[in-house]
């Protein structure tokens, strides 16, 4: 084994340029990090550059380093989506050939009648949106009739918003359960309910920490089985349980905001452990992406650089730190899905030898896992290969 502990930090949504294939998903052209530069011409990232960002992409803010402090590159992903579970599967070892259904005209009056007789309210909504105009549309309504507010996006989504005033969350969490019992298979099979609490009055609502998403089980083992499998640790923060439902995870620390996800697993890191530690940072996608806020973006991806140092710091001679992404979320895009993007990766360790820092452009997220796998000697992906030894490091 060449490294006993990897922690892995999804920058969710945080991607570096449009796939070849991004004309098929309609974001020829996206480029989330570069758009950003391009909007927000004062975001500093100087830890992110340190490592090694700007040497991926161009990027009109970030200038390259000529002795980067991390390997570089960037991954692109195979599967049929540009959703969060499908990446995130991908990334550890899965790969998605058929696409999760997604409803562009809202979802069947059978299926929202059901849900509607076992929760015993009604259904408002039903349509795609945005998070903010959809509770700006019903919010009000919600208040005075108790109805359920349901709307998905682009994704595979299945949205129920209920106010904490009106519904409490624990009777939200329940409809959610129901929801997932009614699209597990045919013909309604829907990739993730969330569950989207809010507060506030009409006119400034608010979303809470709260969310909670119920994902469909991966279809087969992912590299998180086989670690777990083997006797190694494998923590989970952020959403991660909740996308991979719990399989292969021995700890999970939900979160409530990117510096709860950063603090936590500054903390985790810290800790003495054998195996992974994987974060996912959701704030990027779902408070600026979605709501296509360049600034808020930029700001959120400040923060997170002004823990790089400490996480760096935590890092140990026999540790990595690798920082990647899932998907792009343009916040200068039209609409308000996901972008079909490579995602960076950024690989640190305080001892690597940084005469040969680039790992060149990874087919697949998948050869994360593959990475993974074969550090820890356990079972491999059947798809995606390994930069391990790629990853020098000085004796």
């Given at each position: 084994m060449?490294?006993?502990?990897?922690s892995?930090?999804?920058l969710?949504?945080?991607?570096i340029?449009a796939?070849p294939?991004?004309?098929?998903?309609?974001d020829e052209?996206?480029?989330?990090?570069?758009h950003?530069?391009?909007q927000?011409?004062?975001?500093?990232?100087?830890n992110?550059?340190a490592?090694?960002?700007?040497?991926?992409?161009?990027?009109?803010?970030?200038a390259?380093t000529?002795?980067?402090q991390?390997?570089y590159g960037?991954m692109?992903e195979?599967?049929?989506?540009k959703?969060?579970m499908?990446?995130?599967?991908?990334?550890?070892?899965?790969?998605?050939?058929?696409?999760?259904?997604v409803?562009?005209?809202?979802f069947?009056?059978?299926?929202?009648g059901?849900?509607?007789?076992?929760t015993?309210r009604k259904?408002i909504?039903n349509?795609?949106?945005?998070g903010t105009?959809i509770?700006?549309?019903?919010g009000?309504?919600q208040?005075?009739?108790g109805?359920w507010?349901?709307y998905?996006?682009?994704d595979?989504v299945f949205?129920?918003?209920?106010h904490?005033g009106?519904?409490?969350l624990?009777?939200?969490?329940?409809?959610?359960?129901?929801?997932?019992?009614?699209?597990?298979?045919?013909?309604y099979v829907?990739?993730?309910?969330?569950?989207?609490?809010y507060?506030?009055?009409?006119?400034?609502?608010?979303?809470?920490?709260?969310?909670?998403d119920?994902?469909?089980?991966p279809?087969?083992e992912?590299?998180?089985?086989?670690?777990?499998n083997e006797?190694?640790d494998v923590i989970?923060?952020?959403k991660?349980?909740?996308i991979?439902?719990?399989q292969?995870?021995?700890?999970?620390?939900?979160?409530k905001?990117?510096?709860?996800?950063?603090?936590?697993?500054?903390?985790?890191l810290?800790?003495?452990?054998?195996?992974?530690?994987?974060?996912?940072?959701?704030?990027?996608d779902s408070?600026?992406g979605?709501r296509?806020?360049p600034?808020?973006?930029?700001?959120?991806?400040?923060e997170?650089?002004?823990?790089?140092p400490?996480?760096?710091?935590?890092?140990?001679d026999?540790?990595l730190?690798?920082?990647t992404?899932?998907?792009?979320n343009d916040?200068t895009?039209s609409?308000t899905?996901?972008?079909?993007e490579?995602?960076?990766?950024?690989?640190?360790n305080?001892?690597?030898?940084?005469?040969?820092?680039?790992?060149g452009?990874r087919n697949?997220?998948?050869?994360?896992?593959?990475t993974i796998?074969?550090?820890?000697?356990?079972?491999?992906p059947n798809?995606?290969?390994s930069f391990?030894?790629l990853?020098?490091?000085?004796?």
């Open positions: 060449k490294f006993e502990r990897i892995v930090i999804v969710d949504s945080v991607g340029g796939l294939d991004a004309p098929a998903f309609g052209g996206s480029y989330t990090l570069g950003i530069c391009e927000v011409p004062n975001m500093k990232l100087p992110l550059a490592l090694g960002l700007g040497n991926i992409a161009p990027l009109a803010t970030i390259g000529e002795k980067p991390a390997w960037k692109a195979v599967s049929v989506g959703d969060t499908t990446g995130h599967w991908e990334m550890m070892g899965l790969k998605v050939e058929v696409p999760f259904q409803y562009p005209n809202g069947p009056a059978e299926l929202i059901k849900f509607e007789a076992m015993g259904v909504g349509k795609p949106s945005s105009e509770l700006d549309e019903y009000e309504e208040l005075r009739t109805a507010i349901v998905t996006s682009a595979s949205q129920i918003a209920a904490e009106v519904i409490p624990d009777e939200l969490y329940r409809a959610c359960e129901i929801a997932r019992e009614l699209t597990l298979n045919d013909p829907v990739g993730r309910i969330i569950a989207r609490p507060i506030g009055d009409p006119g400034a609502f608010k979303r809470t920490p709260n969310r909670h119920y994902a469909l089980d279809f087969g992912t590299v998180l089985d086989h670690l777990k006797g190694y989970s923060v952020g991660i349980s909740d991979f439902t719990g292969g995870i021995n700890e999970s620390y939900p979160t905001s990117n510096l709860d996800g950063i603090e936590t697993t500054i903390k985790l810290k800790r003495s452990f054998k195996g992974m530690l994987f974060t996912n940072l959701v704030d990027f408070l600026y979605h296509r806020d600034k808020g973006y930029a700001a959120c991806l400040e997170f650089d002004q823990y790089v400490e996480l760096m710091q935590q890092t140990g026999k540790d730190l690798i920082i992404a899932d998907h792009g916040p895009w609409g899905d996901h972008t079909r490579y995602v960076p990766i950024l690989i640190y305080p001892v690597l030898a940084n005469d040969t820092a680039s790992i452009i697949t997220f998948a050869d994360l896992a593959a796998a074969d550090n820890f000697r356990v079972t491999k798809i995606g290969e391990l030894e990853l020098k490091v000085n004796q």
